[in-house]
Nanobody
Framework: QVQLVESGGGLVQPGGSLRLSCAASGSISSTDVMRWSRQVPGKQRELVAQITNSNPIYYADSVKGRFTISRDNTKNTVYLQMNSLKPEDTAVYYC?????????????WGQGTQVTVSS
């Protein structure tokens, strides 16, 4: 089992920056794929960024060049650095982990942290 807790959300002006953190209660394995997703009420959850042991492997087109995902396995923490924020980035951001068990995968999610971009 993995329990994930996000932090770092809040209110920021357009063009500003925020750094989200995701702390895992158990150890993050180097084989776990970690991800950040976001959701706006009434819309489907959107995958924002994903990272393997050390290499980011996915960014949504809408955040490329502005967001950076990283992880520190020694601290069991995943980060999302968000720069040049836009009002359309407003959403609840969720941290997730994909862990492999044999030939199957299990997905774990945190409770989310609200990010509001507004002047």
């Amino acid at each position: 089992q993995v329990q994930l807790v996000e932090s770092g959300g809040g209110l920021v002006q357009p063009g500003g920056s925020l750094r989200l953190s995701c702390a895992a209660s158990g150890s993050i394995s180097s084989t776990d794929v970690m991800r950040w997703s976001r959701q706006v009420p009434g819309k489907q959850r959107e995958l924002v960024a994903q990272i393997t042991n050390s290499n980011p492997i996915y960014y949504a087109d809408s955040v490329k060049g502005r967001f950076t995902i990283s992880r520190d396995n020694t601290k069991n923490t995943v980060y999302l650095q968000m720069n040049s924020l836009k009002p359309e980035d407003t959403a609840v951001y969720y941290c997730g982990a994909r862990r492999q068990y044999g030939s199957a995968f299990r997905y774990f999610w945190g409770q989310g942290t609200q990010v509001t971009v507004s002047s």
